[in-house]
């Protein structure tokens, strides 16, 4: 992995991942290095928060971004595989898109 950038003030670090290259869909089948995120996961249920806010606003605007609120389930569901137990409040149910009524059947959460 490249080394990269740390945001200090949000306990962040952005790198590109030049060693496991992602399949990606335009062009169709072809692979690109992944930019990785890595923050601890009070701020990654924190990201997943501002992506449910984000697509209520989006969905208010009459767009509809139903894979981004799947993106904010995704993150919150490993923030809190991360620290099972853990109380912070940032690992609290997303306030736009409750689990139930955006989650597809089969849905089992982190891997």
Known sequence: M?????????????????AQR?????PPGATLPAVV????PYRAAELAHLLD????VCV?????????VLAAHALLDVA???????????LADLL??????????GWVGPA
């Not at 995120?37 to 601890?40: A, D, E, H, T, V």
């Not at 806010?53 to 209520?56: D, E, I």
């Not at 809190?80 to 853990?86: D, E, K, L, N």
Request: hydrophobic letters at 40%; glycine letters at 6%; charged letters at 25%.
């Open 2 to 18: 490249s080394s990269g950038i740390r945001v200090a003030d949000l306990e962040l670090e952005i790198r590109v991942d030049r």
């Open 22 to 26: 992602m399949v990606v869909e335009d």
């Open 37 to 40: 995120l890595r923050m601890p």
């Open 53 to 56: 806010r984000w697509a209520a």
């Open 60 to 68: 208010t605007a009459g767009g509809c971004v139903p894979e981004w």
């Open 80 to 90: 809190r595989a991360a620290v099972p137990g853990a109380s912070y409040p940032e």
């Open 96 to 105: 736009h898109s409750p689990a139930h009524d955006v989650l597809p059947d």
